[in-house]
């Protein structure tokens, strides 16, 4: 009798649960809180987020790194009823004005219709949409601050 073909297993494919853009939201090791990465001319001191090949104010190509803001004020807001393939509706999206003169397109984190304009809200990380497999891919979110808690 012919021994039977022993097929190995295949390795486990690593899941892709990637940030989505890394050069934008920092999560330190050291376990203090992320923080979104603003990238400041070199040349000029402009400050940009998300980052530029090109500093749009001086055309400098050399940027450092700073931390932006971990709060802002929600500058519009809309709650997303149809969604893109991959992201469970309904969510909301919006803009954050942080105080370093930045607008932010974000997600954001709470239940549908509970945002206002002028809201305060805070940086927070989690879930944005499933990969192919199936596996979510965290990035930056905001969330409502939660005044009762003196936060």
């Known amino acids: 009798m012919p021994a039977k073909d022993k ?3 295949k390795p486990a494919k690593e899941p892709d649960i990637t940030f989505f853009h890394p050069d934008l939201l920092e999560i330190p090791a050291d376990g203090t809180a992320p923080y979104l990465k603003g990238y400041k001319c070199k040349s000029c001191g402009m400050l940009d987020f998300p980052k530029q090949n090109i500093c749009q104010k001086c055309w400098g190509e050399d940027f450092e790194v700073v931390s932006l803001s971990r709060r802002g004020t929600l500058y519009s807001v809309t709650d997303i009823f149809i969604g893109q393939a991959g992201m469970e ?3 909301i999206f ?3 004005d942080l105080p370093e003169d930045i607008r932010i397109f974000c997600q954001l984190e ?4 509970s945002f206002t304009c002028d809201q305060d809200v ?3 990380v989690g879930t944005i949409r499933m990969n192919r497999e199936g596996l ?3 990035s930056y979110k905001f969330k409502a601050v939660d005044v009762e808690a003196g936060i």
């Open 7 to 9: 097929k190995k297993p």
């Open 89 to 91: 509706t309904p969510y």
């Open 94 to 96: 919006g803009y954050v």
């Open 110 to 113: 709470g239940e549908i219709g």
């Open 122 to 124: 805070e940086l927070t």
């Open 136 to 138: 979510p891919i965290k």
